[in-house]
């Protein structure tokens, strides 16, 4: 078929996959590739017919693969910022990584704005797709990420 499937990398029976390939690190990372993936399917005009929106076509692959590594990108920022690991960065948690996040995104001054400024929904934490949102705004770049590497 000429679509790609996302479902395949998310389903549970993909277990088996994960034990094989023995990075967990991707599949804990569903959030950053279902935003890629929705990405790519809305990146041009389909010619999907039938298949419907659960597949992104071959002409739309490579804006996945970019958009992929975009946004693993910023789940590894929240990652470093999600001290508890419970996929929520709390006031505190945002805070107390102020010197990290400034690195990456530049001086912020008021804390606690910017974290009502990131909280969309005013819940209180901050979600994966809010974060990304601000990251995008923000022009967000991890010191220690692969942008100068040279592929020969």
């Not at 000429?2 to 277990?15: C, M, V």
């Not at 990290?100 to 934490?125: L, R, S, T």
Request: with cysteine; hydrophobic share 40%.
């Amino acid at each position: 078929s000429s679509g790609i499937n996302a479902e395949w990398p998310l389903r549970p029976g993909d277990k088996g996959i994960r034990d094989v390939l023995k990075i967990d690190e991707i599949f804990d990372a569903k959030a950053a590739i279902m935003r890629a993936f929705q990405i790519a399917k809305k990146r041009g005009v389909s010619s999907r017919g039938a298949m419907g929106d659960d597949y992104i076509e071959f002409k739309e692959f490579r804006f996945f693969l970019l958009s992929l590594r975009q946004y693993f990108e910023y789940w590894e920022a929240f990652a470093r910022t999600d001290a508890d690991g419970d996929k929520r960065i709390s006031f505190d948690e945002f805070q107390d990584a102020q010197e990290k996040i400034e690195v990456w995104v530049g001086p912020i001054g008021d804390m606690e704005g910017e974290f009502a400024k990131i909280d969309k929904n005013g819940g209180g934490i901050i979600l994966f797709d809010e974060f990304c949102e601000w990251a995008i705004a923000k022009n967000l770049d991890l010191e220690d990420d692969d942008d100068n590497i040279v592929l020969e």
